[in-house]
Antibody, heavy 119, light 108 residues
C-alpha cells in the first residue's frame, strides 16, 4: 500500500535552515508529482510547493519562494524540502502528499513532521 | 491570487444532512476536491473532481458543482464525521494549488 513517511522536523532558530525528507513506498515514485503542504497548529492547510515526476517542473507559493527548495531523488524514492532563512511564521506541521492521477489533487498524505522556528 | 471561501463552521444533529459550500471565481474552470481532517491526523480525500468518491469513502459523502460554488454534502451525518473539511482547487493557470480556509463540522 502507498506510504509516505516524513522526517527532519524539529526546532530551529529564526534565520536557520532545516531539510525535510519524505520516503515513499507502495507505488512507482517517479510517475507522480509530489507536494509539500503545511499547517500551522490550529489553522488551515497551505500548499507550498510541487515537483513533477522528473523534477523538471517546480512551483512554489509566494510565501516560501526564494527561501525553500523542493527536490527529489527517484532512485531513493525520496522527496526533500530545503528550508532556509526560516521565520517564526514557518512554524507548522509539514506534510508531503502525492498528487493523484488528475495531477491537481492529493490522494495520499504522510503523517507530517513538525517544524518549530523560535528563539 | 485565487481564493476559496468556506464557512468557518457548520453544525448538524446526527442523521441530518450537512452541506458545506466552497466558493471561488476559478471553480467554473477547474475541478474541486474535498478533504476531511480529524484532530491529530493527516487529511484524507473524500471527494475528487467535484463529485467523485474515492474507494473506501462512505456513500453518504457526495459533491456537486454549480457556477462559482461547489458543495460537499454529508447525508445521514454520523458522530464520526465530526472533523475539519477543506476544499481545494487550482488557480487559473493550473500551476498553483489552493485550499479553502476550512470548515469545522460539529455533530451536535
Amino acid at each position: 500500500q502507498v506510504q509516505l513517511v516524513e522526517s527532519g522536523g524539529g526546532w530551529v532558530k529564526p534565520g536557520g535552515s532545516l531539510r525535510l525528507s519524505c520516503v515513499a513506498s507502495g507505488f512507482t515514485f517517479s510517475d507522480y508529482y509530489m507536494n509539500w503542504i503545511r499547517q500551522v497548529p490550529g489553522k488551515g492547510l497551505e500548499w507550498i510547493s510541487y515537483i513533477s515526476g522528473s523534477g523538471s517542473t517546480i512551483y512554489y507559493a509566494d510565501s516560501v519562494k526564494g527561501r525553500f527548495t523542493i527536490s527529489r531523488d527517484n532512485g531513493k524514492k525520496s522527496l526533500y524540502l530545503q528550508m532556509n532563512s526560516l521565520r517564526a511564521e514557518d512554524t507548522a506541521v509539514y506534510y508531503c502528499a502525492r498528487e493523484g492521477s488528475n495531477a491537481e489533487n492529493f490522494d495520499y498524505w504522510g503523517q507530517g513532521t513538525l517544524v518549530t522556528v523560535s528563539s | 491570487s485565487f481564493d476559496l471561501t468556506q464557512p468557518p463552521s457548520v453544525s448538524v444533529s446526527p442523521g441530518q444532512t450537512a452541506r458545506i459550500i466552497c466558493s471561488g471565481d476559478a471553480l467554473p474552470k477547474h475541478f474541486a476536491y474535498w478533504y476531511q481532517q480529524k484532530p491529530g491526523q493527516a487529511p484524507v480525500e473524500v471527494i475528487y473532481k467535484d463529485s467523485e468518491r474515492p474507494s473506501g469513502i462512505p456513500e453518504r459523502f457526495s459533491g456537486s458543482s454549480s457556477g462559482t460554488t461547489v458543495t460537499l454534502t454529508i447525508s445521514g451525518v454520523e458522530a464520526e464525521d465530526e472533523a475539519d473539511y477543506y476544499c481545494q482547487s487550482v488557480d487559473s493557470s493550473g500551476s498553483f494549488r489552493v485550499f479553502g480556509g476550512g470548515t469545522k463540522l460539529t455533530v451536535l
